[in-house]
């Protein structure tokens, strides 16, 4: 006793051609040669946003610097001219946080690293927003007077003048 054959049933026999060529291709399938050059083209197309995606994180992480240098003049102003230990934990952090950047310049951009992509000009921004920061640190070091910049700072390394001549007197 065999079913009746219903209109929406396929025989996926491979035997058969006939069928087999009145189906359509399911979607998203195409059987052409086109779909390995077609995956190339899509590797490439990857590749390179890739590439783009990369060098513009790199810009990114090159501008950070100059993103918080408004937030730490704002802390330094806030922290004011006194010398105490608010202002001198402000006037280190300002000067701290450039100065481990400087030091870490390479591995900032280690994740950017790509034989198409040149980190000189992201790398070389870095370097100079995270200078100015630290010119900042110094500047307020400097008025708070810290660094030596006064001529009486040094007073201690000019030499005395001996005397060439000696006087003595009696008082009666």
């Not at 929406?8 to 359509?24: G, I, Q, Y």
């Not at 070389?124 to 006064?150: D, E, H, R």
């Not at 040094?154 to 003595?168: G, N, V």
Request: net charge positive; aromatic share 8%; with cysteine.
């Amino acid at each position: 006793m065999s079913l009746p054959k219903r209109r929406w049933e396929v025989l996926l026999d491979n035997s058969k051609s006939s069928a087999r060529s009145t189906l359509p291709d399911p979607l998203g399938f195409r059987s052409s040669n086109s779909d390995v050059e077609e995956s190339r083209n899509t590797t490439k197309q990857s590749q390179t946003a890739s590439r783009e995606i990369k060098e513009k994180k790199a810009w990114e992480t090159a501008t950070a610097p100059g993103k918080s240098f408004f937030m730490t003049l704002f802390m330094l102003w806030m922290s004011g001219s006194g010398v105490n230990i608010f202002s001198m934990m402000m006037t280190f952090m300002a000067m701290m946080n450039p100065v481990k950047a400087l030091l870490n310049v390479s591995s900032a951009f280690a994740a950017f690293e790509d034989a198409h992509i040149s980190l000189l000009l992201p790398k070389i921004t870095y370097f100079a927003l995270n200078c100015v920061a630290l010119g900042a640190g110094l500047y307020k070091c400097s008025t708070l007077g810290l660094l030596p910049t006064a001529a009486g700072d040094w007073i201690s390394l000019i030499p005395l003048k001996q005397a060439i001549e000696h006087s003595s007197g009696l008082v009666q």
